[in-house]
């Protein structure tokens, strides 16, 4: 009885009661959701980056030879006065798979309107070591170091059993340096690496080919590096190291998160820019390229394939990509899949630019550009140099023109000139 009266106090029923406490949860969530919704648009929403207007320019270039190929070409740009332009490139044979030789120079002093004659860098001649490999050096990528008024080229040894069988767990971190004051470059010298990581693993065939490094305002390097953890296993794990160079002496202080992928040669000839406080670093992988930023310049996060903003792939693989920033936007150099060039080695021409999306590390298909035309050579192995925060310069040595319709022709070394605003 007395639950009954329990059930019907007040003359409502428990049915009633119920019916009335769901109605009341449905319009608390419906209400909820509502100022969810108002908070969330309240906040300011990420937008991309606004794009920025490049002009691109075509450059005077410079001739190869009739019995050689000018290739891993790249130019550093001296702020002195007057100022001056040096492009180092491998005198190498015209077939065949790292025929590299001799490293050459040529110097421009009129904004790159004309090259002097490529001079032999004789400290830097491909040369017999002590056990009986032919060693040569390349792969190099100069910069400007400002506090010591040098040039630092940095990059790999090559190194040739009887001159023919390439050994790669033979490659160093390799360097030479340039003295602005009398003009003259240093010999081949190496970096000391560690010999672990840090997962214990052994670092092995160090080197810096290829890779766009990075100064800081204080003068230390970011310079990135790939090595191999095993002797039986050419895969490669990348890393960025923070390195200090007096002027003489290049040497290895630390280096942050390691990075490789579980296929073909993992991750590889990784490169490096700092952009409105962030550092940003792109690998090459042999099926693609991969991403990843940070705050420090040594420590990144997880990395993640290079896609366009639509999501899809961004078609980039087996080569090198490198960064150019300008203005208020960040860029990257690429070569890629799906551009009427199917009959190119690894799809290496036309070289690319396009904006990247410094928050969503995407590349922003609208803004996509064509820097150098294909041409029936691969342009694949490019060089970045920064003359200021409105212009840069991209070089690029043609490779691989006697395969092709221009066979029998001289290859050249391309310039063309990048420049961000009005």
């Known amino acids: 009885m007395v639950s009954q009266v329990n059930k019907t106090r007040f003359g409502i029923s428990q049915a009633s009661v119920n ?11 419906q209400l909820g959701c509502l100022s969810m919704f108002l908070f969330t648009w309240s906040l300011p929403i990420a937008q991309p980056p606004s794009t920025e207007l490049l002009r691109i320019q ?10 050689w190929d000018w290739t891993q070409a790249r130019t550093v740009h001296v702020p002195d006065t007057p100022p001056l332009w040096i492009t180092t490139m491998s005198q190498t044979r015209k077939i065949g798979s790292h025929g590299y030789h001799d490293i050459y120079e040529a110097v421009s002093k009129d904004h790159g309107l004309s090259w002097s004659e490529p ?64 003009g003259a470059w240093s010999g081949l010298k190496t970096m000391t690496m560690p010999d672990q ?32 953890r095993r002797k039986d296993q050419r895969v490669y794990t990348s890393i960025v190291a923070r390195c200090r160079f007096d002027g003489q002496k290049l040497e290895y202080l630390e280096h942050g998160s390691e990075h490789s992928i579980d296929r073909d040669r993992g991750l590889y000839e990784p490169s490096v820019i700092a952009f409105q406080g962030r550092f940003f670093l792109t690998m090459r992988a042999d099926h693609s390229a991969f991403v990843t930023s940070g705050k420090d310049g040594i420590h990144y996060s997880s990395i993640r394939e ?3 903003d ?4 961004l078609g980039s693989f087996n080569t090198q990509q490198h960064w150019v920033s300008g203005g208020d ?58 003359l200021s925060d409105r212009e840069s310069w991209v070089t690029c040595g043609e490779v691989r ?18 420049l961000a605003g009005d």
């Open 19 to 29: 019916n009335r406490f769901k109605s009341h949860i449905r319009l608390c969530t």
């Open 58 to 67: 075509s450059m005077p270039s410079i001739s190869g030879l009739p019995d």
């Open 119 to 182: 001079r032999l860098i004789r400290s830097l001649s491909r040369h017999r070591d002590a056990q009986g490999f032919e060693v040569a050096v390349g792969d190099l990528w100069p910069s400007y170091h400002p506090s010591s008024k040098t040039i630092l080229l940095t990059g790999k040894t090559f190194n040739f059993d009887a001159g023919k069988d390439e050994h790669y767990l033979r490659e160093r971190v390799a360097y030479a340096v340039k003295s602005l004051s009398h």
């Open 197 to 228: 990581d840090h997962s214990g693993a052994m670092i092995l065939a160090a080197n810096a080919g290829c890779n766009q490094p990075w100064i800081l305002p204080g003068g230390d390097l970011l310079l990135p590096i790939r090595y191999q």
């Open 306 to 308: 290079w896609r366009f």
């Open 310 to 313: 639509d999501g899809e792939i």
């Open 329 to 386: 936007g960040l860029y990257l150099v690429y070569t890629r899949r799906g551009a009427n060039n199917d009959h190119i080695f690894r799809h290496r021409a036309p070289l690319f630019i396009a904006q990247v999306d410094p928050r969503q590390l995407v590349v922003m298909r609208e803004t996509e550009r064509i820097l150098m035309p294909e041409n029936d050579a691969c342009l694949g192995n490019s060089g970045i140099c920064r």
């Open 401 to 418: 023109v006697s395969y092709g319709e221009r066979k029998g022709e001289r290859n050249r070394v391309l310039f063309t000139r990048i």
